[in-house]
Every structure is written in structure tokens, then in C-alpha cells.
């Protein structure tokens, strides 16, 4: 679960890490990070608009030279669903407190604007133990999900 005790310390980024909620990364600097960690990139304008419509999106770069190292979206209808997209962390020592920090800022974010909504995602294996460590459930009660790409 999502500690709201008041001596929880949430996860802090490693020294040489900035997070930045404002300005988005560009689509090529994503697609790199994606295909980085093996996950599918997507043409860069089609990449640009989804950042655009989400409701928030969350970049880590590294402080000195301004290198994408982590990053995250979400999209919402403020109703009953919101959903995480490209959550991905630069492979290495620092990964999964990287992912840590994106989860534990974005479910906040969420819980401020989006109360109630549940919360979906598909995530790279990577990701599995900080999602649990948040109280993500792998296929909860056996469900299942399947996605269909129109074409």
C-alpha cells in the first residue's frame, strides 16, 4: 500500500539526478530511454501528442549532463480509471530507486486530481517490485489484460 504514515520517508534520488514535472523530455530522447530498456518506441509526433494529453508526465535527468534516465505519464478520465504509461528507468544501479521515485510521485499526483480512480498499468519487468512495494497487484483475482492495437 501507499504509506500515508507520517514518519514514512518517501524514496529520495540518488545524488546526480534532477526530477522535473514541468517540461516534458523530447519524443527522440524518450523513443532512446524506450528503446534503451526494451520497450516499443513510437513515431515522434504520435509520441508528443500522447505526453501532451496526459494529465501530468515526470522526467528524471541526469543533473550534469541532461540525460533522460527515468520517466512516466498518466492519463485520467477523472471517474473511475487512470493509467500509467511509459514507465521506464535507465538499466543500471540506480534503477529501481528511479522507478521508486516515479511511482511514489505519480500516485500522489493521481491521488491530489484523480481520488478514487483505480489505477492500471502495463509494466516492464523492471518495474514489478516497485509497483508491488505500492500495492500493485499482478492480475488481481486472475484477471487478465489484453490490449488491441487498431490499425
Not at 517540461?23 to 530498456?37: F, G, I, M, T, V
Not at 478514487?116 to 508491488?132: K, N, R, T, V, Y
Amino acid at each position: 500500500m501507499f504509506p500515508l504514515r507520517q514518519s514514512y520517508n518517501p524514496p529520495r534520488l540518488p545524488d546526480g539526478y534532477v526530477l522535473d514535472s514541468h517540461q516534458p523530455p523530447s519524443s527522440e530522447a524518450l523513443n532512446r530511454l524506450l528503446s534503451k530498456c526494451r520497450e516499443k518506441t513510437h513515431s515522434p509526433s504520435k509520441l508528443a501528442l500522447a505526453v501532451d494529453r496526459s494529465i501530468c508526465h515526470l522526467s528524471i535527468f541526469e543533473e550534469t549532463t541532461g540525460k533522460l534516465a527515468g520517466f512516466v505519464r498518466a492519463t485520467t478520465d477523472y471517474g473511475l480509471n487512470a493509467n500509467l504509461w511509459n514507465l521506464v528507468a535507465e538499466p543500471g544501479e540506480h534503477q529501481s530507486i528511479l522507478f521508486a521515485v516515479l511511482i511514489h510521485r505519480v500516485l500522489g499526483i493521481l491521488r491530489r486530481d484523480a481520488p478514487g480512480c483505480s489505477i492500471a498499468i502495463a509494466a516492464p519487468i523492471a518495474a514489478i517490485d516497485a509497483l508491488e512495494d505500492y500495492g500493485f497487484l499482478l492480475d488481481p483475482n486472475g484477471i487478465r489484460a489484453m490490449g488491441y492495437r487498431l490499425r
